[in-house]
Nanobody, 115 residues
Framework: VQLQASGGGLVEAGGSLRLSCTAS????????MGWYRQDPGKQRELVAS???????NVVDSVKGRFTISRDNGKNTIVLQMMNLKPEDTSVYYC??????????WGQGTQVTVSS
């Protein structure tokens, strides 16, 4: 499975960005998908996920500001980020976890929030 992520960039605090990730294979429609982020020297951490049946999970630090959604027909997930804060600055990675628990990662996209 190949993942193509888009979006990201530089935004001022309080602004919004939209990250999109499209999987190359339809297996994504029966897989859990999500977004992670990783800072230099730190472990990659979950930001938000959506199961193959549409159940969403958003971590507390971004709850109320970030929403995740998916379009199985397009093998795509979208992370809508609002009211961004400088601490949201990171490299964001798209993830697919198949029913066989295999993990695939996108190439990473930089999000920078200036204060």
């Amino acid at each position: 499975v190949q993942l193509q992520a888009s979006g990201g960039g530089l935004v001022e605090a309080g602004g919004s960005l939209r990250l999109s990730c499209t999987a190359s294979l339809s297996i994504a429609s029966i897989s859990d998908m999500g977004w992670y982020r990783q800072d230099p020297g730190k472990q990659r951490e979950l930001v938000a996920s959506v199961s193959h049946v549409g159940r969403t999970n958003v971590v507390d630090s971004v709850k109320g500001r970030f929403t995740i959604s998916r379009d199985n027909g397009k093998n795509t997930i979208v992370l809508q980020m609002m009211n961004l804060k400088p601490e949201d600055t990171s490299v964001y990675y798209c993830n697919v976890q198949t029913p066989f628990k295999l993990n695939y990662w996108g190439q990473g996209t930089q999000v920078t929030v200036s204060s």
